[in-house]
Nanobody, 125 residues
Framework: QVQLIESGGGSVQAGGSLRLSCAAS????????MGWFRQAPGKERDFVAA????????YYTDSVKGRFTISRDTTKSTVYLQMNSLKPEDTAVYSC??????????????????WGQGTQVTVSS
């Protein structure tokens, strides 16, 4: 099991930036992939981005390509989500997740075994 703690959420105006962090502890040596998901009020949870823990390969949903960057620091067992050019539609609770096994597709929540508690991101127009 991997314990995850997110930080870095907050309120910004449209066009602004935020950097989310997710610190992992526990069975981090077994991590295959880390992901960020978000859930807006009244909507389903959606995939945002993911990174392969070993290779560093990245994946993004189309709506954030070119604006968001996911990265990981294996020495700190931390994954980051740099969010630029934020839009009001990016408003949601953002959660990080750890996948401990090879699983497809990368955007499927069921491929992730452990989840953080989430951090609120609010973008005003």
């Amino acid at each position: 099991q991997v314990q995850l703690i997110e930080s870095g959420g907050g309120s910004v105006q449209a066009g602004g930036s935020l950097r989310l962090s997710c610190a992992a502890s526990g069975r981090t040596d077994s991590t295959y992939r880390m992901g960020w998901f978000r859930q807006a009020p009244g909507k389903e949870r959606d995939f945002v981005a993911a990174v392969r823990w070993g290779s560093g390969g990245t994946y993004y949903t189309d709506s954030v390509k070119g604006r968001f960057t996911i990265s990981r620091d294996t020495t700190k067992s931390t994954v980051y989500l740099q969010m630029n050019s934020l839009k009001p539609e990016d408003t949601a609770v953002y959660s990080c997740a750890a996948g401990l096994r090879q699983c497809s597709p990368y955007y499927y929540g069921g491929c992730y075994d452990d989840w953080g508690q989430g951090t609120q991101v609010t973008v005003s127009s």
